[in-house]
């Protein structure tokens, strides 16, 4: 059976992959058999998601599935966020999988709780909503879910009397962690910013959360780590990393859709008041221009962005928001060449020469000299065709890092 869970903290604690870990550690020693342990991300651009927009998915087997359901709805009692306005948890027990269809919607676009109830119903699942309900999306899109790619969360929890204190780690044992084990984990650390991106700052119970593309490496990856003692720790099987949420964009951009969209610069990439940096795009799809947006958080990716110019071949990936495309990534697939036109030098005697008038040529104001065409010189670009996306601070869960794409071309060509 599958057990689904959603919406259970709030900005002030909790984290429904904790109250995931803890069900399956008590389920395991009430005797059941736990299999994978999934960690989905749906849409980033829901508006009433806590931090990213996670649920979780527990593949169990033996009992029953009312006792799993109970053993669930005793454990969200206890410890979800219920005084929050915005935690409205929900809990989903099935004997098999239900159509993906529900999973792709949530990730991919909106739900509504009453399209969410109907489907429930319709495939005789065990279910629970409490408060608005709202957190039976993501329970039923988390059962719903299929991983064609997948990549593993290392969830260090910490123990209950260190929650909401500052967290104990030491800062160099994780650049070490991260170094040792690139590119088979990632977003560890921010080399650039010299920061530490894996721990997060509020009162949630997670230390650190160690993402690579094995459960071996992300677990070889924390033994390096130093730090307060965890209480314990779970790997996921997750959705993140792997571009899951992008859209192949066909003309009309919808509101709160990701897309990986190919076209061409139309304009020179210009800074806005709050260093925000924009251009507009013109899509291979067709449609109207869009207007593309590289943000002042995603900070040194703004000086790659500045260097495009109108007439480079890009693939952007971002979210459609508010009538522009917040760029997540993109590829440069072909730089127009710059080219600078220059007043030839004169063949005769060496000097610069100036435009003798329309389609008159050049000539030299020393000795008279004369020539019809002009010098032309390619300018450096400073930016070469590849991809390049926003610092590990400012990436998206469900964004595939580059080192992956680049992992995966270079295991083709092996
Ligand atoms: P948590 O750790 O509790 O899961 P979170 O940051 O992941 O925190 P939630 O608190 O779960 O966010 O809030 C997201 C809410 O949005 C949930 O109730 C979930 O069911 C709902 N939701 C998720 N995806 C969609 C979607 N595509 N359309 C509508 N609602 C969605």
Redesign the pocket.
Known sequence: MFLGI????SPDG????YLGAMLAENLQRAGYTLGELRLVR??PN?I????????VCLEISGGTPEAVFNAACELVEEFAEFDCE???P?VVVVNERPDPAFYY???Q????IGETVRRLEKIGALYRGYKCG??????L?AVSSVLPDATYELLAYRSVERFGTPREIMAESFFASAAATFPHTWDTVDPAAGTVVCVPHGKDPVLYGIRGESPEWVKRSAELLISEPPAFSQVWKTNQGTDAHLLDYEGKPQEGCSYRIDGVVADTPMTECGGHVDFLFTPDAGGPNLRVFAFEPTKDFRHTVRKLQSGDHLTLCGSWRKDALHLEKFRANTLRPARVRKSPKCPVCGGRMTSAGYGKGYKCRSCSGRIRTQEITEQIRGIAEGWYEVPPDARRHLAKPIARIQEETNSLRE
Do not use: E, P, S, Y
């Open positions: 959603d919406d259970t903290d909790m984290c429904t992959t749906l849409n829901v009433w998601k806590t931090r990213g927009n996670a649920a915005n935690t409205n929900g919607q949530a990730l676009r909106f739900c509504t709202r957190g039976l999306i993501g329970a899109a």
